[in-house]
């Protein structure tokens, strides 16, 4: 008789409640990798478990945009943020939850999670809330992208060759003769006319800077805040007596802004 083959269980992967990044921009769950790293030898060089590349533990990140995408893909009692009473958890607990449990629930609200627990909660198979959960992770990173290529959009339009290509337009628009014009204007108004010109590229080089300065921004925005530091020290602009407490980098733009 043929032995028939155990299949073998997956294991369950549980998503990080709490995660942080390496220098190497690996993610790990905070309390996982705080057990690794107690567990090294050498405590001032770690070796990163996926990549093995050496960090020391205060290079350890918050990893925010990771927190962010888990924080909008778990389960709350209610849509609307100020009705919340705290509780995340799974889809199949959120009826017994809000019937029960809930500080903030209607009386109203509770009778229809006790409805809705025996109509619909119940009945969803495990694809089915897989399903849901990658609809609503899909929506966030197209979210995510979007404003990405958004700020990308916004780069190239204010890229100084842009701004130099305009200006070449302009001045080839002004430099076309008016029909009739030398035979309307006198002496006097082709004397003035030096001076509209003037003030015309006065202008043009106004609006020109103005651009050249928001693409400027744009560049140090995409800039971390240990890079605008160090570009600080390049440019000798004092930012530790201007700046106290926890720096941010809105804060340094402006300062920069300012020392320029």
């Given at each position: 008789?043929?032995?028939?083959?155990?299949?073998?269980?997956?294991?369950?992967?549980?998503v990080c409640s709490d995660p942080v990044k390496t220098p190497c921009e690996h993610l790990f769950c905070k309390q996982c990798?705080?057990?690794?790293?107690?567990?090294?030898?050498?405590?001032?060089?770690?070796e990163c478990p996926n990549c093995r590349e050496k960090f020391e533990k205060a290079e350890i990140l918050t990893a925010t945009?990771?927190?962010?995408?888990?924080?909008?893909?778990?389960?709350?009692?209610?849509?609307?943020?100020?009705?919340?009473?705290?509780?995340?958890?799974?889809?199949?607990?959120?009826?017994?939850?809000?019937?029960?449990?809930?500080?903030?629930?209607?009386?109203?609200?509770?009778?229809?999670?006790?409805?809705?627990?025996?109509?619909?909660?119940?009945s969803w198979t495990k694809e089915e809330l897989d399903l849901m959960s990658n609809q609503r992770l899909k929506a966030i990173?197209?979210?995510?992208?979007?404003?990405?290529?958004?700020?990308?959009?916004?780069?190239?339009?204010?890229?100084?060759?842009?701004?130099?290509?305009?200006?070449?337009?302009?001045?080839?628009?002004?430099?076309?003769?008016?029909?009739?014009?030398?035979?309307?204007?006198?002496?006097?108004?082709?004397?003035?006319?030096?001076?509209?010109?003037?003030?015309?590229?006065?202008?043009?080089?106004?609006?020109?800077?103005?651009?050249?300065?928001?693409?400027?921004?744009?560049?140090?925005?995409?800039?971390?805040?240990?890079?605008?530091?160090?570009?600080?020290?390049?440019?000798?602009?004092?930012?530790?007596?201007?700046?106290?407490?926890?720096?941010?980098?809105?804060?340094?733009?402006?300062?920069?802004?300012?020392?320029?």
């Amino acid at each position: 008789k043929k032995k028939k083959k155990k299949k073998k269980k997956k294991k369950k992967k549980d998503v990080c409640s709490d995660p942080v990044k390496t220098p190497c921009e690996h993610l790990f769950c905070k309390q996982c990798l705080n057990n690794y790293v107690t567990s090294c030898n050498d405590m001032a060089r770690i070796e990163c478990p996926n990549c093995r590349e050496k960090f020391e533990k205060a290079e350890i990140l918050t990893a925010t945009i990771a927190r962010e995408w888990i924080g909008e893909a778990l389960v709350h009692c209610s849509d609307i943020p100020e009705c919340r009473c705290g509780w995340t958890g799974k889809y199949r607990m959120w009826s017994t939850h809000k019937e029960k449990y809930c500080a903030k629930a209607s009386e109203k609200e509770k009778e229809m999670a006790k409805t809705s627990k025996t109509i619909g909660v119940i009945s969803w198979t495990k694809e089915e809330l897989d399903l849901m959960s990658n609809q609503r992770l899909k929506a966030i990173l197209k979210d995510y992208v979007r404003v990405n290529r958004a700020n990308a959009d916004i780069a190239n339009k204010f890229h100084p060759k842009h701004f130099l290509e305009k200006r070449e337009l302009i001045n080839g628009i002004l430099s076309i003769p008016k029909i009739g014009q030398a035979s309307l204007q006198s002496h006097g108004s082709n004397d003035n006319s030096g001076t509209v010109e003037l003030k015309q590229d006065e202008h043009d080089q106004h609006d020109e800077q103005v651009c050249l300065d928001a693409l400027q921004r744009q560049q140090w925005q995409n800039m971390s805040v240990k890079d605008l530091l160090l570009y600080c020290k390049e440019q000798s602009i004092d930012y530790k007596s201007t700046l106290k407490g926890a720096i941010e980098k809105e804060q340094l733009i402006q300062l920069i802004q300012k020392g320029k």
